[in-house]
């Protein structure tokens, strides 16, 4: 069966801090690969997805970069932490192709202070 | 207006309840239909997925689909303590990203 993990669990880290996420799956191979963030009380906001090593979508235009170095990892990024980036970050994976549903991850809280 | 509505509740039942959770939404180009159940501080996990129009079982749950109102439903029968959650719909276009809902709180009294 196919598991995603993501760590760290919670953070809590200075504004201009950099910061680096990431996001792993196991038993599937070449999956799309997804990143959201959901803010408090607030629906899901797609930032980031890949439909394979190296090939990255951005959907939102911040100060967050993703990247994609091996088939089932993807690691979310940042050189400098605003306070705006707080919130609880999504990994998700789904198989390739135009109609697979999402899976997620148990998710990261970001604390930016 | 948002692609997909969903009130944000809080919605409060009594054990053994039956729940209704709604979501409207305005693309007719949506074809794939989920739920998502998502417990505090916890990744979303998929309860539901549906395809066009109809019903569709799952123990306790049926998820249904309105094509020609643009509307769905999730119904949850003899709801419980552990089914108090926040549920998400949500969908999509063939090819497309999902599309989601803000989420539904469920609070199911003992």
């Known amino acids: 069966s196919q598991t995603i993990h993501q760590w760290p669990a919670t953070l809590v880290q200075p504004v201009g801090s950099p910061l680096s996420l990431e996001c792993t799956v196991e038993?599937?191979?070449?999956?799309?690969l997804y990143w959201y963030r959901q803010a408090a009380g607030r629906g899901l906001q797609l930032l980031f997805y890949s439909v394979g090593i190296g090939q990255i979508s951005s959907e939102v235009p911040q100060n967050l970069s993703a990247s994609r170095p091996q088939d089932r990892q993807f690691i979310l990024s940042s050189k400098k932490l605003l306070l705006s980036d707080s919130g609880f970050y999504l990994c998700?994976?789904?198989?390739?192709?135009?109609?697979?549903?999402?899976?997620f991850g148990p998710g990261t809280r970001l604390t930016v202070t | 207006q948002k692609e997909v509505e969903q009130d944000p509740g809080p919605l409060s039942v009594p054990e053994g309840a039956i729940v209704s959770l709604n979501c409207t939404y305005s693309n007719s180009a949506f074809q794939y239909f989920m739920w998502y159940r998502q417990y505090s501080r916890k990744g979303p996990e998929l309860l539901m997925y549906t395809y066009s129009s109809g019903n569709k079982e799952d123990g306790r749950f049926t998820a249904q689909v309105d094509k020609s109102s643009k509307y769905i439903s999730l119904f949850i029968r003899d709801s419980q303590p552990s089914d108090s959650a926040t549920y998400l719909c949500a969908m999509k276009e063939y090819g497309n990203k999902l599309v989601f809902g803000a989420g539904t709180i469920l609070r199911v009294k003992s």
């Open positions: 038993g599937t191979s070449n999956p799309n």
């Open positions: 998700a994976w789904s198989i390739s192709g135009p109609m697979g549903e999402q899976y």
